[in-house]
C-alpha cells in the first residue's frame, strides 16, 4: 500500500495541506483563506482561531478528496503555522479572545515594564533577544492587564499550530524552536522560567505548554477530528512548529556559509552558525527542527514587512492603471504589470529610498516607533521608481542583517530565497545585486508543507535522516547572479539609507510619544 505524507502550513492570510508520496512526488494539494486580519487600533493583529480551524479542515478536505485512498493510506500527519501568536484557551480547549498574531505590536508598555522588573540585558542572557512586542511573553502580560476576567478564565497559552494540533488530536505539546520564541523559556536551562514568572506573577509552567521535539508523535487523529477531515481516525500527528522551520527543510542549510530568505508576507532570514549570538547580537538563536554536527544553531533575523509592502502600495496607491494594462497586455496577474513597472525604473529609483517599517521593525532595529516612508521623492518621480524603491528597500533591509550576521561569524557564500516574493524575477535580481551574493531559488516551491512531510517521513522511519528525505525531495535551482553595474550603485547607496534613517529615528520615538498623547 502506498504511504502518503500530509504537510499542513496554516500562514498568514491562507492555510494549505499537501500530499506528497514517499518518493517525494507532488500528489494533491488543498487550500482556503478565509480568515482576516484584524486591525482595531495601530499596530493591533487579530485573527479569529475559529477561521482557522474551519479553513485547515477545508484544505485538509479538498488534498484528501483528490486522492484514492483504496490503495494508499496517509502515515501521517505535520502541522505548521504562522509564529508568535498568543491565543489564551480555557479548560475546555476554547478560544477566549482572538489571536494577537506575530505583526501586533500592541504591547510596547508591558515589554518597557518586563524590561524594569526582569532587566534589559538579563533577558537577553536567558531568553536569547532583547524584549519586544513581537513575542508570546509580552502580549500575555497585556492580556493579563487589559483582560483580566479572560486571564483567570485561562487554562492554556498556545500558538497556532499547537491550537491545531489540539483539535486533530486532543493534545497540546510546542516544539522546543516555538518555545524558544516565546521569550520566556529558559534557553540555556531548557525550561519555562521559574525566576520569570515569578517576576511577572505568570504561572508559565502551569499555562505553557509541555515542550517536545517537533518530530515525536503527539497524538493521534481523533473520531470528532476524522468526522470533520476526513482524516482517518488513529492516523499519527506530530508536534510539528513553525513555518519557518519547516520551510527550511525544503530549503536544506546544511552548511556553514549557506543563507536563507524566506520571504512573503514578512521575512525571516537564517544563516548557517557555529554558536549561539553574542550577547551583544540585533540577531537571535534559532534551533534547528533537527540539529547536525555542521549546523548546530542558526542565526536569526525576521523582519516584519516585506511583501506587505508591496501589499500596501497596491491598495494605497491605488491599480486602476495597472489593471488596465493587465488587460491590454494580457497578463496573468498585476504582479506581472509589476514586474515590468521595476524593470522600467532604474537602480536607485532617481535617488528615492523606501523604508519598509509600516509594522515598525523586528531584526535588528527591534522598534515599535520606527514607520515607513519615501524619501527624495521629485517631480520626476514615477510610480516605477516608488514601487522599486519598495523593492530596493526591503533588499537593503536584508543586507543590513547580512551584514549582523557577519559580526556573529556567518560567511555567508550564497543565500537560497524561498516564498512568494521569490517568485518575482525583478526582485531576485536585486536582491543579488544590493548583497553581491550569488541567490539560488528552487524551481518549483512548496515551503513548509513541503517540509512538514518530509518530516512526517523522518518520524515514521521512511527516511533515515533529514539529509536523506532533502534528496528525496530536493527540487532542481536556479541561479541568480548579481548584476556588476547595479551592484556598484547600491554599493554607495546602502550607507545613505542607513544614515538617512539614523537621523530621523529619534523623531520617530518622538512621534510616537505625541501621537500617543494625541490618541492619533
Same mark, same amino acid.
Given at each position: 500500500?502506498?504511504?502518503?505524507?500530509?504537510?499542513?502550513?496554516?500562514?498568514?492570510?491562507?492555510?494549505? %495541506?499537501?500530499?506528497? *508520496?514517499?518518493? !517525494? =512526488?507532488? #500528489?494533491? $494539494?488543498? &487550500?482556503? +483563506?478565509? /480568515?482576516?486580519?484584524?486591525?482595531?487600533?495601530?499596530?493591533?493583529?487579530?485573527?479569529?482561531?475559529?477561521?482557522?480551524?474551519?479553513?485547515?479542515?477545508?484544505?485538509?478536505?479538498?488534498?484528501?478528496?483528490?486522492?484514492?485512498?483504496?490503495?494508499?493510506?496517509?502515515?501521517?500527519?505535520?502541522?505548521?503555522?504562522?509564529?508568535?501568536?498568543?491565543?489564551?484557551?480555557?479548560?475546555?480547549?476554547?478560544?477566549?479572545?482572538?489571536?494577537?498574531?506575530?505583526?501586533?505590536?500592541?504591547?510596547?508598555?508591558?515589554? %518597557?515594564?518586563?524590561? *524594569?522588573?526582569? !532587566? =534589559?540585558? #538579563?533577558? $537577553?542572557? &536567558?531568553? +536569547?533577544? /532583547?524584549?519586544?512586542?513581537?513575542?508570546?511573553?509580552?502580549?500575555?502580560?497585556?492580556?493579563?492587564?487589559?483582560?483580566?476576567?479572560?486571564?483567570?478564565?485561562?487554562?492554556?497559552?498556545?500558538?497556532?499550530?499547537?491550537?491545531?494540533?489540539?483539535?486533530?488530536?486532543?493534545?497540546?505539546?510546542?516544539?522546543?524552536?516555538?518555545?524558544?520564541?516565546?521569550?520566556?523559556?529558559?534557553?540555556?536551562?531548557?525550561?519555562?522560567?521559574?525566576?520569570?514568572?515569578?517576576?511577572?506573577?505568570?504561572?508559565?509552567?502551569?499555562?505553557?505548554?509541555?515542550?517536545?521535539?517537533?518530530?515525536?508523535?503527539?497524538?493521534?487523529?481523533?473520531?470528532?477530528?476524522?468526522?470533520?477531515?476526513?482524516?482517518?481516525?488513529?492516523?499519527?500527528?506530530?508536534?510539528?512548529?513553525?513555518?519557518?522551520?519547516?520551510?527550511?527543510?525544503?530549503?536544506?542549510?546544511?552548511?556553514?556559509?549557506?543563507?536563507?530568505?524566506?520571504?512573503?508576507?514578512?521575512?525571516?532570514?537564517?544563516?548557517?552558525?557555529?554558536?549561539?549570538?553574542?550577547?551583544?547580537?540585533?540577531?537571535?538563536?534559532?534551533?534547528?527542527?533537527?540539529?547536525?554536527?555542521?549546523?548546530?544553531?542558526?542565526?536569526?533575523?525576521?523582519?516584519?514587512?516585506?511583501?506587505?509592502?508591496?501589499?500596501?502600495?497596491?491598495?494605497?496607491?491605488?491599480?486602476?492603471?495597472?489593471?488596465?494594462?493587465?488587460?491590454?497586455?494580457?497578463?496573468?496577474?498585476?504582479?506581472?504589470?509589476?514586474?515590468?513597472?521595476?524593470?522600467?525604473?532604474?537602480?536607485?529609483?532617481?535617488?528615492?529610498?523606501?523604508?519598509?517599517?509600516?509594522?515598525?521593525?523586528?531584526?535588528?532595529?527591534?522598534?515599535?516607533?520606527?514607520?515607513?516612508?519615501?524619501?527624495?521623492?521629485?517631480?520626476?518621480?514615477?510610480?516605477?521608481?516608488?514601487?522599486?524603491?519598495?523593492?530596493?528597500?526591503?533588499?537593503?533591509?536584508?543586507?543590513?542583517?547580512?551584514?549582523?550576521?557577519?559580526?556573529?561569524?556567518?560567511?555567508?557564500?550564497?543565500?537560497?530565497?524561498?516564498?512568494?516574493?521569490?517568485?518575482?524575477?525583478?526582485?531576485?535580481?536585486?536582491?543579488?545585486?544590493?548583497?553581491?551574493?550569488?541567490?539560488?531559488?528552487?524551481?518549483?516551491?512548496?515551503?513548509?508543507?513541503?517540509?512538514?512531510?518530509?518530516?512526517?517521513?523522518?518520524?515514521?522511519?521512511?527516511?533515515?535522516?533529514?539529509?536523506?528525505?532533502?534528496?528525496?525531495?530536493?527540487?532542481?535551482?536556479?541561479?541568480?547572479?548579481?548584476?556588476?553595474?547595479?551592484?556598484?550603485?547600491?554599493?554607495?547607496?546602502?550607507?545613505?539609507?542607513?544614515?538617512?534613517?539614523?537621523?530621523?529615528?529619534?523623531?520617530?520615538?518622538?512621534?510616537?510619544?505625541?501621537?500617543?498623547?494625541?490618541?492619533?
Amino acid at each position: 500500500m502506498e504511504k502518503l505524507l500530509l504537510g499542513v502550513d496554516l500562514g498568514t492570510t491562507n492555510v494549505k %495541506a499537501m500530499l506528497f *508520496s514517499e518518493d !517525494g =512526488r507532488f #500528489r494533491a $494539494k488543498g &487550500e482556503a +483563506g478565509s /480568515y482576516k486580519t484584524i486591525s482595531k487600533h495601530f499596530n493591533w493583529a487579530e485573527q479569529d482561531p475559529n477561521v482557522w480551524w474551519d479553513d485547515t479542515v477545508s484544505a485538509i478536505r479538498q488534498a484528501v478528496g483528490q486522492v484514492s485512498m483504496q490503495d494508499a493510506e496517509i502515515a501521517a500527519v505535520c502541522v505548521s503555522s504562522q509564529g508568535m501568536a498568543m491565543l489564551p484557551l480555557d479548560k475546555e480547549g476554547k478560544p477566549l479572545c482572538h489571536a494577537h498574531i506575530w505583526m501586533d505590536r500592541r504591547a510596547a508598555e508591558e515589554t %518597557a515594564w518586563m524590561e *524594569s522588573v526582569y !532587566g =534589559r540585558e #538579563r533577558i $537577553k542572557k &536567558e531568553f +536569547g533577544a /532583547y524584549a519586544d512586542p513581537y513575542y508570546q511573553i509580552t502580549n500575555i502580560i497585556w492580556y493579563k492587564r487589559h483582560q483580566p476576567e479572560l486571564f483567570e478564565k485561562t487554562r492554556h497559552i498556545v500558538k497556532a499550530n499547537t491550537y491545531l494540533n489540539y483539535r486533530l488530536t486532543g493534545k497540546i505539546a510546542i516544539d522546543e524552536c516555538q518555545a524558544e520564541m516565546t521569550l520566556c523559556y529558559d534557553i540555556h536551562k531548557r525550561c519555562w522560567s521559574e525566576e520569570l514568572s515569578e517576576a511577572i506573577d505568570i504561572p508559565l509552567k502551569e499555562l505553557m505548554p509541555p515542550v517536545e521535539e517537533a518530530h515525536k508523535i503527539l497524538g493521534t487523529v481523533t473520531k470528532q477530528a476524522e468526522e470533520q477531515t476526513g482524516l482517518k481516525e488513529g492516523t499519527p500527528v506530530l508536534v510539528g512548529g513553525v513555518d519557518s522551520a519547516m520551510a527550511l527543510l525544503e530549503i536544506g542549510l546544511n552548511q556553514q556559509g549557506e543563507a536563507a530568505e524566506i520571504t512573503g508576507t514578512s521575512s525571516n532570514n537564517f544563516f548557517a552558525g557555529k554558536c549561539l549570538p553574542g550577547p551583544d547580537s540585533r540577531l537571535l538563536t534559532f534551533t534547528p527542527i533537527v540539529k547536525t554536527k555542521e549546523v548546530p544553531c542558526l542565526l536569526f533575523g525576521p523582519t516584519n514587512s516585506s511583501g506587505d509592502t508591496v501589499r500596501w502600495f497596491r491598495k494605497v496607491m491605488g491599480e486602476e492603471e495597472e489593471k488596465r494594462l493587465l488587460i491590454q497586455r494580457k497578463k496573468a496577474s498585476i504582479y506581472d504589470i509589476y514586474e515590468e513597472m521595476v524593470s522600467s525604473s532604474g537602480p536607485g529609483c532617481k535617488g528615492m529610498f523606501f523604508y519598509p517599517y509600516i509594522m515598525g521593525e523586528r531584526a535588528p532595529l527591534w522598534s515599535n516607533s520606527m514607520r515607513g516612508m519615501f524619501l527624495g521623492a521629485t517631480a520626476l518621480t514615477t510610480r516605477e521608481d516608488m514601487l522599486r524603491s519598495i523593492y530596493e528597500g526591503n533588499a537593503f533591509a536584508l543586507k543590513e542583517i547580512c551584514v549582523e550576521a557577519a559580526k556573529e561569524g556567518a560567511d555567508t557564500k550564497y543565500i537560497r530565497i524561498a516564498g512568494g516574493c521569490a517568485n518575482s524575477r525583478e526582485w531576485l535580481k536585486i536582491k543579488a545585486s544590493v548583497l553581491n551574493l550569488p541567490v539560488y531559488v528552487a524551481k518549483e516551491q512548496s515551503g513548509a508543507p513541503k517540509g512538514g512531510a518530509m518530516l512526517a517521513g523522518y518520524a515514521m522511519g521512511i527516511y533515515h535522516s533529514m539529509q536523506e528525505a532533502y534528496q528525496v525531495f530536493r527540487s532542481p535551482e536556479e541561479l541568480i547572479e548579481p548584476i556588476p553595474s547595479w551592484s556598484k550603485i547600491y554599493a554607495e547607496l546602502y550607507p545613505l539609507f542607513i544614515k538617512m534613517r539614523e537621523h530621523l529615528s529619534g523623531d520617530y520615538e518622538e512621534l510616537e510619544r505625541i501621537t500617543k498623547k494625541l490618541g492619533l
